[in-house]
Nanobody, 128 residues
């Protein structure tokens, strides 16, 4: 059974930083793709960043967070991070970790419907 557990959310002032973590279990990490999405109040869930589980392929991020957010893999196995700097009030949302198996081909996926597994989400609130 695949489980994704996010942590690291919280309340931060505008201009501050947070680092979200996602620990995945039950999935072969080197044959998976991982992503971060977010859902702001009253809005649909939106792509934030993506990476291959092998952490060897480029890591695209959404235009709205480019230059401020970075996705990476941790030294601890099966962990993906989202480093969020220069946070703005419009970054307030529930942030979700997502995963899917990709086989031996390393791929990144940008769309919500392309992911199979989801975490429970972690709330990020940025005060202005």
């Amino acid at each position: 059974q695949v489980q994704l557990v996010e942590s690291g959310g919280g309340l931060v002032q505008a201009g501050g930083s947070l680092r979200l973590s996602c620990v995945a279990s039950g999935i072969a990490f080197n044959r998976a793709a991982m992503g971060w999405f977010r859902q702001a109040p009253g809005k649909e869930r939106a792509f934030v960043a993506a990476i291959t589980g092998a952490f060897t392929t480029g890591t695209p991020v959404a235009d709205s967070v480019k230059g401020r957010f970075t996705i990476s893999g941790g030294n601890t196995k099966n962990t993906v991070y989202l480093q969020m700097n220069s946070l703005k009030a419009e970054d307030t949302a529930v942030y979700y970790c997502a995963a899917r198996a990709t086989g031996t081909i390393l791929r990144i996926f940008l769309r919500e419907e392309e992911y199979t597994y989801w975490g429970q989400g972690t709330q990020v609130t940025v005060s202005s």
